[in-house]
């Protein structure tokens, strides 16, 4: 059966195999604005687009759905109307990877034309209830409402030499974003509309696909369709409510007490990369660090060897469950610590844990035991170096500070409204950058103290594999952040691994220090 509808302003034809509108967007149509954080599972936004004007999730909709429909994606904006939208997003930082903003933007493009959000009186609770369908693990969301704002009250141009960027060196910017982000990033509109570099995005169309097959190796096909059917997939398993602090407190009388549990990365990119035989693999990192999560990804190296055995050009894709099966999590950990911060931290074994709890300072023992689970890693954001820096600062009486062993200082603390950090990490280079990556970092901490964590039963199986049940705090949830970045003439060092943890340090204290994170759950 033939499908006909309206693609962002011309008549298109496909055939009706079952495909979701994500898939015919993408790999029929070449469509690469339109990006797949979650399918199937419809939960992360990143795949939205307007149909007869409204949003929706392209993941989970049939191309049967849309017979005789309009649809619109980014692309297919009229370029005054994306160029608005990506000089707002550029002048506050509403962006940093790029990979969840198409979708957000397509969003907000339909909330703007109906005339529902403009309102400064009403436009917050517009926004968050507009942003309940996304996930942005970025930007920690206040610049993406900021960035709305800007557009509504009538910001408007063409291109990174509008008055938004006028006055910055996007340069300089993008070094801090680098520093910020660990591994080489972009600033501009391009990366606002979903044009970083991502690798799922730029395989060659005649590349054979590879997933993983579920027994460990991986299933190859011509399409993304066909390799996914050969594989053998577990289905997730749902229902499983509360969360497993799997390690038991060091003995003894302590002062404080911390107990943690596994916990995802939850990068919305998932692992992909591509590459021809005899060449160099596409890096997995795209335009974004994930926050470590992807520096031991396989996707690279089974790329370069499948090139190699098939003779083609091959492309690598993880799905969302397979990125939560496969990647590296924060390890678990339980620490106990006197008031002088001498104490023992007891931690799933991990290789380089112990040098990164001590460099927390205090005088902690480290423990490290076995655990059936997921593997874990130091790779991560502070893993090991934030529990013990957070443990130590919530000895004094606040606001809570942290230093971070490059050097980055913060400070932070919550009066019951605001979440207030400062932060000192050398040359700004770019305060918007800066403000930007810290205010992530900050709904980061939050997240992570309040509802994040990794449903993991007594065998080591990962019980939940969709994204919404990770527990990442949504837009309406996240309190508003102020960042006040000290001027420096000092080099340049990282400062949001700083924040990160005075930031979980003083939500910690605004809770009472119970034992167990999540201390919501």
């Given amino acids: 059966m033939t499908i006909s509808f309206e693609l962002d302003g011309r008549p298109v034809e496909t055939s009706d195999d079952g495909s979701t509108l994500l898939t015919v967007l993408r790999h029929g149509f070449g469509v690469r ?147 910020e982000g660990r591994t080489a990033q972009q600033v501009g509109t391009a990366v606002v509309l979903g044009e970083g570099g991502f690798a799922d995005d730029t395989a060659p169309e005649d590349a054979l696909v590879a997933v993983p097959d579920g027994r460990g190796g991986w299933a190859v096909a011509e399409t993304l369709a066909e390799a996914r059917a050969e594989a053998a997939r577990p289905p997730s398993r749902r229902g499983i409510t509360g969360a497993l602090q799997p390690v038991g407190s060091p003995a003894g009388e302590w002062y404080r007490t911390l107990r943690t549990t596994w916990v995802e990365p939850a990068y919305l990119e998932t692992d992909a990369s591509w590459c021809v035989p005899g060449g160099e693999p596409a890096s997995a990192l795209g335009n974004g660090g994930a926050f470590g999560g992807k520096l031991s990804s396989p996707a690279a190296s089974v ?121 000192s990490c050398g040359r700004p280079l770019d305060v918007t950058v800066l403000r930007s990556y810290c205010i992530g970092a900050a709904h980061m901490a939050v997240s992570w103290v309040t509802s994040e964590s990794l449903l993991v039963d007594e065998s080591g199986a990962i019980q939940d594999l969709t994204i919404r049940s990770l527990g990442i705090v949504k837009a309406a949830d996240t309190p508003v952040i102020d960042i006040e970045v000290e001027e420096s003439e000092d080099e340049p060092v990282n400062g949001s691994d700083a924040v990160f943890a005075a930031v979980a340090a003083a939500v910690w204290r605004s809770r009472g220090f119970p034992q167990c994170w999540p201390t919501d759950g």
């Fill in 33 to 179: 604005s339109v990006k797949d954080g979650c399918s199937p599972q419809g939960q992360c936004g990143c795949c939205t687009v307007l149909v007869d004007g409204r949003p929706r999730v392209s993941c989970v909709t049939p191309v049967r759905r849309v017979e005789g429909r309009s649809v619109l994606t980014l692309d297919g904006l009229p370029a005054r109307e994306r160029d608005a939208w990506a000089d707002a997003f550029v002048a506050v930082g509403g962006s940093q990877c790029g990979f969840c903003t198409p979708g957000i933007l397509m969003r907000l493009h339909a909330l703007y034309e109906g005339g529902a959000g403009i309102d400064p009186d009403t436009q917050r609770e517009k926004l968050d209830g507009a942003l309940l369908a996304h996930l942005c693990r970025c930007t920690g969301w206040q610049t993406v409402r900021e960035a709305y704002s800007l557009r509504a009250a009538g910001h408007e141009g063409a291109g990174a030499s509008t008055a938004a960027a006028r006055d910055r060196d996007l340069g300089a910017a993008a070094r801090r974003a680098t520093i």
């Fill in 303 to 423: 790329a370069r060897r499948l090139a190699d055995e098939y003779r083609r050009p091959v492309r690598v894709l993880l799905s969302r469950e397979d990125t939560i099966r496969m990647g590296p999590k924060r390890p678990p950990l339980a620490i106990g610590v006197d008031r002088h911060g001498r104490g023992v931290c007891r931690v799933a074994r991990t290789p380089g844990i112990a040098a990164a709890i001590a460099s927390a300072g205090g005088d902690l023992r480290v423990e490290e035991i076995d655990l059936p689970g997921p593997v874990t890693s130091v790779d991560l954001r502070g893993a090991g170096w934030a529990e013990a820096a957070v443990v130590l600062a919530s000895l004094d009486d606040g606001p809570d500070e942290v230093r971070h062993p490059e050097g980055g200082r913060a400070r932070a603390w919550w009066d019951g409204a605001t979440l207030h950090v400062r932060v």
